[in-house]
């Protein structure tokens, strides 16, 4: 009498790649940690945008106004980033990468422009985020599963 082989679940037959950590990496940590320390930074440049505009010393109060509204945009878009890094999300590894080299050249930019208490703390947050994203664990968090033909 044959005996009929046990029905596979989609638990026992989904590969180990497929399934998301129960953690992220310490390094995803810590690049999401320095995500929210740009979005933080740039809540701070929104308020010194808006103290400027609102004591008049902006070039004209409409690209004050902007100015503003761009910078808290940009807080966002760090933080909804910063999430989506937290979550391991594949898509997000591009972005935050181009990012951070923009953060790069404008803290390469300040630093020309004699502003080294703005300038050095965004290179090395930049940096400690790129590095942080290129380790072997942030690269298998955020890689997609392999494709089946």
């Known amino acids: 009498m044959a005996t009929r082989p046990a029905k596979a679940t989609a638990a026992t037959t989904a590969p180990a790649a497929a399934t998301a950590p129960a953690t992220a990496p310490r390094e995803l940590r810590l ?32 690209s004050g106004i902007a100015l503003t509204l761009i910078a808290v945009g940009t807080a966002v878009c760090f933080a909804l980033f910063a999430r989506g890094v937290a ?4 898509w997000t590894r591009t972005p935050v990468v181009m990012i951070q080299l923009a953060i790069g050249a404008w803290g390469i930019y300040l630093l020309k422009d004699h502003r080294p208490e703005w300038g050095v703390p965004m290179l090395l947050v930049a ?7 290129f380790t072997p664990a942030s690269l298998r968090a955020l890689n997609r599963p392999p494709m089946r033909p």
Do not use: H, I, N, W
């Open 31 to 62: 690049a999401v940690a320095a995500l929210a320390v740009e979005a933080v930074g740039m809540c701070v440049a929104a308020g010194f945008s808006a103290v400027s505009t609102a004591d008049g010393q902006s070039y004209q109060r409409a």
């Open 87 to 90: 979550k391991a999300r594949p």
């Open 127 to 133: 940096a400690g985020c790129l590095a942080a994203l």
